[in-house]
């Protein structure tokens, strides 16, 4: 009997008068031992069905046909303590936002000694169990870390406690929605193989939601595609990624950028693809300098000795694991956490010390650095329309007469690619990638010279993060932005960014051209990431091959010269 069974699956939501269908007609089945993985665009209905395993559906929702049979139980038919039984012994979710998932005031043991309480553990036996499953997701030092709270771990560490936490009652269901969003493709690679780990000594069936086809790849036995709610096709991983049979599955894989893409995808309606080389960047001037910044909370130093610079109109990529640097590098430049040492200045026509906190800089400089956020849904104000969130900036920063900002706020809406005819919506009435475009077009409103992208398509499906790559692009050879481009996604990088930076807990271990570094010769580290990178071809996945272990002297700062500004920092060899 298959662990999963949906038969006829249909679900709408109730709007005026009518329903508005989310799913339609879906059947599926997964077995003890098999993941299966839905894929397809936003607001396709696969986070819906996920969410039906566990007998839950978004306020507004309801079952209007078919079944949904998990371990044999028809979960629509289960409520109160039944209810509660499945979702805490049966079926466990791995939700994609893990910081909404963890309480913010509660300590990382606190909350998973919750997760295990009713398993007839007393309390020494769940504190060793805690140290246990902390170790099993592969995080460092866990009896520090139990004393934690949330904010105090990198956004990886945050996704590895929630895997934890849903793996602690040995569930026969994993739900999985998004489970390596924002991860760096060392960490995920090490959780994908936790889980699949997992899934063999359990017997799990795992249901895989995932806009990320490499993992599709790396992790499913069979695919099942969706497209507004139907489904589209459904076939084994091997058979689907060598010939899909649908236009629009064409289109979905055609739109994964590859590592051996130079440049960024473009996709043709019959979901043929080609790249379009990156603009070429001549010896413009640095609008950035950085010298031995070092950056710390408390006596922690997270980025140590960083130098580089920034030039007008090319992309520098920051690339590394979870807890590298890469963001707080981004949020000292921002003006969001003040270096404890060294020097970061801006030098366009009117110099200044980026020393300083943003709230501090004279007005003129703070409009010159902006920031696109990761997470568009949390970084526009849920209550202010997609105007007044655009329009805020150009007030700030007086650069706009009042009388001409209602026609500037228009303009930069319709300068992201999005119809002016939004503008009076709440952020919740968008979908995922034209929030993210608003982001974008709020940066874009203080006429800034310096843009950092802080893992900006991280949430978004393959095809929505083709066209935001491109239209950010297409803005920065516009307008010759120097952009700061933050990503754990290799294939990404390497169609974007024109310069690469390599953080190792917060030092630079290689930088040089993208095609250079990735060309190679290369740091142990760097390797590594090259080769934790998924592609998105089930015969590709493999374990990654072996790096001879290696460590740096902390007083050995030479470096190899490659040649054509390609430096790799010295290391040497141990084991």
């Known amino acids: 009997m298959s662990l ?10 109730r709007a005026g008068h009518r329903d508005v269908p989310v799913v339609r007609d879906v059947s599926l089945r997964v077995e003890a031992g098999q993941t299966l993985a839905l894929v397809g665009e936003s607001g396709s209905g696969k986070s819906t069905i996920a969410g039906t395993l566990l007998g839950h559906l978004r306020h507004g929702s309801r079952q209007t046909a078919g079944a949904v049979r998990v371990a044999g139980q028809d979960v629509f038919s289960l409520a109160g303590k039944q209810l509660r039984e499945l979702r805490g012994r049966t079926v466990a979710m791995v939700a994609q936002n893990a910081g909404s998932a963890l309480t913010p005031s509660m300590r990382m043991g606190r909350q998973l000694d919750e997760a295990l309480r009713g398993r007839g553990l007393d309390g020494a036996a769940r504190r060793r169990r805690v140290v ?6 592969r995080l460092p030092e866990p009896e520090r870390l139990v004393r934690r709270y949330p904010h105090q771990l990198s956004g990886g560490q945050q996704q590895r406690v929630v895997i934890a936490m849903a793996i602690a009652a040995r569930p026969r269901v994993l739900v999985l929605d998004e489970p390596t969003t924002g991860l760096d493709v ?24 995932s806009h990320d086809l490499g993992v599709v790849a790396a992790m499913a036995d069979h695919v099942h595609v969706l497209r507004d709610g139907r489904t589209v ?6 058979r689907l990624f060598a010939a899909p049979a649908e236009p629009y599955t064409r289109q979905l894989l055609a739109s994964v950028p590859r590592i051996s893409d130079d440049g960024l995808v473009e996709i043709d309606a019959d979901g043929s693809r080609r790249t379009r080389s990156r603009a070429a960047v001549p010896d413009a001037d640095p609008v950035v300098d950085l010298d031995r910044i070092r950056v710390g909370y408390g006596h922690r130093i997270v980025v ?9 109109g090319e992309v520098l990529a920051l690339v590394g694991e979870s807890g590298s ?53 949390t970084a526009l104000n849920p209550r202010r329309s997609v105007r007044d969130s655009v329009r805020r900036p150009l007030r700030l920063f007086g650069i706009v007469p009042r009388a001409l900002r209602a026609k500037r706020t228009d303009e930069l809406i319709e300068s992201v690619r999005l119809d002016a005819a939004l503008a009076e919506r709440l952020p919740a009435q968008l979908s995922g990638g034209q929030r993210q475009r608003i982001g974008i077009a709020r940066a874009l409103a203080g006429e800034p010279e310096v843009i950092i992208a802080d893992e900006i398509t991280t949430a978004l499906d393959v095809s929505v993060q083709a066209q935001v790559l491109g239209l950010l692009d297409d803005l920065r050879r516009e307008h010759r932005l120097a952009c700061l481009f933050i990503s754990h996604d290799l294939a990404v990088v390497r169609g974007m960014a024109d310069r690469i930076v390599v953080l190792y807990q917060g030092k630079v271990v290689e930088q040089g051209s993208t095609e250079t570094v990735f060309a190679g010769p290369n740091h142990p580290y760097t390797r590594e990431l090259l080769g934790a990178a998924l592609e998105p071809d089930p015969q590709a996945t493999g374990t990654p091959g072996e790096v001879p272990g290696w460590d740096h002297d902390d007083h050995d700062e030479t470096w190899i010269d490659a040649g054509d500004g390609h430096l790799i920092r010295r290391w040497k060899e141990i084991g």
């Open 4 to 13: 999963v069974d949906i038969s006829g699956l249909s679900v709408a939501y």
């Open 132 to 137: 246990e499953l902390l170790e099993q997701v």
């Open 186 to 209: 060392i960490t995920q690679r090490g959780v994908l193989d936790l889980l699949a780990t997992l899934a063999d000594e359990l017997s799990l069936a795992t249901v895989l939601v």
């Open 233 to 238: 096709e459904s076939a084994p991983v091997a």
């Open 304 to 312: 140590d000795d960083v130098s580089l610079q920034l030039r007008r």
């Open 325 to 377: 640097g890469k963001s707080t590098l981004a949020a000292a430049l921002a003006g969001l956490r003040a270096p404890s040492s060294g020097r970061l200045r801006y030098l366009g026509e009117t110099p200044g010390d980026l020393r300083v906190a943003a709230g501090r800089r004279p007005r003129d400089l703070r409009r010159k650095v902006q920031l696109v956020f990761q997470n568009a849904d």
